[in-house]
């Protein structure tokens, strides 16, 4: 039996010793080492060079809505808060011009396996709209609306129905994430975001009626005014409507950085030990409804997808989280979206204009990005079995890159006796692995592998690790 099928330990006097900011390895190195220096050509060149690789990647389109109708309070997400649905048909009209200029560059043959709009709201383009950014995708990349793919979207059920959800279908779309965040009442006046479970079933009930494969929603725990008791009917509320996963996101408190934050009261704020009371009642919540623990934040049914890709060992992570589908090349279209081409990241303009303007000079909107040294590349491979697996057969991957790991690693295996000693890791001279003890505690153990952490945990820019 793999580590991974082991149900974690919930201990919290242990998990609040560890409860500090890291990244969440979405990617490594993580967005704080993007520089200006990786520019349009060093994406060009990124591409050209996974073109011709032997086996080039399947693709992974991410494309970015900005606009949502009124503020969440809590949100660090980059959107532009209109109630003018007009100003969608100007970003389109740009966003096209980035999906034609990018598509151009991608070899035919690369089938689209993934796809997912993020915002923003991307709900916030109607379904003449959405079918105008379908078709363009169809038209620059091997888009299919059948067969064997993962296609996604994140609604806001504010603003959406079931007739709505049944035209995604049929543009493809086959995976739904609803935001929900918490049913309590009090909550919702805090954070700006009145939502009943009424609009919320609606949707999920369009979903599967209309066929999708997997609907999944989005909880966060730490919000103000949040109780044990409200959190508690929020989880019984969210077990009843029966999503195949939900992630359960620790909210991060970074007003300097989110202006919409400096709308939620401190004093409101749920204390340490509230806040971790709060996870661990979702943790046992779900796990006692059936749920399995997938790792990080997020849960799943025992027969989803997730949870049998990491008891395959094939699991991976990427901007989107967990996936089934971390072998592809993720392209990011919109503005501050982010792409993994090849060993590179790079991100386009954070902002409306910044970007537009690249697009109307007839460039591509890339701000920022880095290309991985030989180094990163090993210690994401590193972090990404931490993360998905949970355990590192060190002799193993030695073998496949060619070195002694505990040569290369010899002061980050130092760093990990820390986590062995309070019992969250264990190895010996072939595996490292994380016990049930310190599954809850992933990002903590990947961190002593992070070159670039340093004295870069004392800027506030990561979220706490719990």
Known sequence: MRTNTIVPEFDPALIARYDVPGPRYTSYPTAPQFHAGFDEAAFRAQVMASNEAASPRPLSLYVHVPFCFSPCFYCGCTRVITRDVTRADHYLD??????????ALFNRDRPVLQLHLGGGTPNFL???RMARLVAALENSFAY??????????????????????????????????????DFDPEVQVAVNRIQSVVQTREVIEGARDAGYGSVSVDLIYGLPRQTLDGFRRTL???????????????????????????????????????????????FRTLCGAGYVYVGMDHFARAGDELVRAQRAGTL??????????????????????????GNSYSQNARDLVGYEAALAAGRLPVSRGIRL???????????GELMCHGEIDMHGFGLRHGFRFDDIFAS?????????EDGLVTFDAHVI??????????????????????????????????
Do not use: W
């Open 126 to 128: 109607d379904a003449p």
């Open 373 to 383: 040294t030989n180094d990163d590349v090993l210690r994401r491979a590193v972090i």
């Open 412 to 420: 980050e295996l130092e760093r990990l006796t820390p986590c062995v």
């Open 94 to 103: 740009v966003l096209l011009r980035e999906i034609a200029l990018t598509g």
């Open 144 to 181: 299919r609306r059948g067969g064997v793919r993962e296609y996604g979207i994140e609604i806001d059920p504010r603003y959406a129905d079931s007739r709505y959800v049944r035209d995604l279908a049929a543009l493809g779309f086959n995976r739904l994430s609803v935001g929900i965040q």
């Open 433 to 466: 692995r994380v016990t049930p003890r310190g599954r809850l505690l992933l990002r903590n153990v990947a961190m002593c592998f992070d070159a670039y952490l340093g004295s870069s945990l004392d800027t506030p820019r990561y979220s706490r690790t719990i």
């Open 316 to 341: 991976q992570r990427n901007f989107q989280g967990y996936s089934t589908h971390g072998d592809c090349d993720i392209v990011g279209l919109g503005v501050s979206s982010i792409s993994r081409v």
């Open 236 to 282: 019984d509320e969210v077990i009843a409507l029966g999503p195949d996963r939900v992630a359960v996101y620790g909210y991060a408190h970074l007003p300097h950085l989110f202006k919409a934050q400096q709308q939620i009261v401190d004093s409101e704020l749920p204390d340490a030990s509230t806040r971790l009371a709060l996870f661990g009642e979702a």
